[in-house]
């Protein structure tokens, strides 16, 4: 029998969902097994959503993340970062103090990881806007967990049962995407998620679909030169270095066969290409995986949804999935 893994649970923008979703998640015979879990973040916020859920959890500060393999069944290990008060996290509301501390979680979760404290980290939603107001100045998650890892070959994947899909570029401009569309960044890119995928599957060599960037692959031409002149040549130098990967291939029409199972994961150029059709059939399961750094870390694929907050009715599917997947790669 496997000894379950130790995962640093981060708590995310606690004027958020993120909070109530960690709970949910814990009390929940699907996420109580899944993994030894150590949540980061403040135990005013924890109780809160312990309150809001009706659930039935407690709470147990520790100081070391060793010490959350001996709390009992029923308790929630808690390593507390921040201690904020009622007027720091107002629901809906970002501020500094929040976003201060939910900085504070993400470098304490990967400096555990990088140290080996902890096997991977599953992360809570964000406010970029309570994080940019305290001075951390990232697009997101992503971007700031590759500088603390001293990485640039990183890429942004979201999974689901039916479909794997990573990004060329990332939180971008539509207007700046052309230009950072590059045959160095498209091939790091397939690379990546080969790695990444197989990781995943188990498969030695997963089969990749590659999207274009215009319509209709461009339309030899009338539409943009970058399949030929970029993403073609790319995709020609992973097949030689044995990668297997096939396009470019129209956005269009790709994920009614993706979604069918005939490639195990698909490279897409930009962010709402490639996630508008993975949400529309992942949008309570799917996981946001970092590929390429050298720690496990996945993610929920949605936001604080402020609207939520408070409630005790947010999904916490999406948590579980993440936690589960975290699980998996680290044993890997």
């Given at each position: 029998m496997?000894t379950?893994?130790l995962?640093?649970i981060?708590?995310?923008d606690?004027s958020?969902?993120?909070p109530e979703?960690?709970?949910q998640t814990?009390q929940?015979?699907?996420g109580?097994?899944l993994c030894v879990?150590?949540?980061i973040?403040?135990?005013l916020a924890?109780?809160r959503?312990?309150?809001v ?8 500060e520790?100081?070391q993340?060793?010490e ?5 069944c029923g308790?929630?290990p808690?390593?507390?970062l921040?201690h ?18 939910v900085?504070r979680y993400?470098c304490?979760?990967a400096?555990?990881?990088l140290?080996g404290?902890v096997a ?12 940019h ?7 997101g998650?992503?971007?700031l ?8 070959d ?6 689901g049962?039916?479909?794997?899909v ?11 995407v052309?230009?950072?569309v590059t045959?160095e960044?498209?091939l790091?890119t ?6 990444g995928v197989?990781r995943l599957t188990?498969?030695?060599s997963p089969?990749?679909?590659v ?10 031409g009338?539409?943009?030169r970058q399949e030929?002149?970029i993403?073609e040549?790319a995709?020609?130098q ?6 297997t990967?096939?396009g ?8 009614h066969?993706?979604q069918?199972?005939e490639?195990d ?18 949008f309570?399961?799917?996981?946001n995986i970092?590929l390429g750094l050298?720690i ?7 936001g604080?949804a ?6 005790g009715t947010?999904?916490a599917?999406?948590l579980?999935a993440?936690?589960?997947m ?6 890997r």
């Amino acid at each position: 029998m496997h000894t379950k893994p130790l995962i640093a649970i981060t708590m995310g923008d606690p004027s958020g969902i993120g909070p109530e979703i960690i709970v949910q998640t814990l009390q929940s015979p699907d996420g109580a097994d899944l993994c030894v879990p150590l949540v980061i973040g403040d135990r005013l916020a924890l109780e809160r959503a312990i309150s809001v859920c009706s659930s039935p959890l407690t709470i147990q500060e520790i100081l070391q993340p060793g010490e959350a393999r001996a709390v009992p069944c029923g308790t929630i290990p808690l390593l507390a970062l921040s201690h904020l008060t009622e007027a720091d996290m107002t629901y809906g509301a970002p501020s500094i103090a929040a976003g201060d501390a939910v900085f504070r979680y993400i470098c304490h979760a990967a400096e555990l990881c990088l140290h080996g404290a902890v096997a991977a980290m599953a992360t809570a939603p964000i406010s970029k806007e309570a994080m940019h107001r305290a001075g951390h100045d990232y697009p997101g998650h992503t971007e700031l967990l590759a500088e603390l890892c001293g990485t640039d070959d990183f890429v942004m994947m979201l999974a689901g049962e039916l479909l794997r899909v990573s990004l060329v570029t990332i939180h971008e401009a539509l207007h700046d995407v052309p230009g950072l569309v590059t045959f160095e960044q498209v091939l790091k890119t397939i690379r990546i998620t080969s790695e990444g995928v197989r990781r995943l599957t188990g498969k030695r060599s997963p089969r990749l679909a590659v999207l274009a960037l215009n319509p209709h692959c461009g339309e030899a031409g009338k539409f943009g030169r970058q399949e030929a002149e970029i993403i073609e040549p790319a995709i020609r130098q992973a097949q030689r270095e044995g990668i297997t990967a096939e396009g470019p291939l129209a956005a269009d029409t790709l994920f009614h066969f993706a979604q069918k199972g005939e490639y195990d994961g698909v490279v897409a150029m930009y962010h709402d290409q490639g996630l508008i059709p993975l949400k529309m059939l992942h949008f309570d399961d799917a996981v946001n995986i970092t590929l390429g750094l050298p720690i496990v870390r996945t993610s929920v694929d949605h936001g604080t949804a402020y609207n939520l907050a408070g409630k005790g009715t947010a999904s916490a599917g999406s948590l579980v999935a993440a936690i589960k997947m975290a699980a998996v790669l680290a044993r890997r």
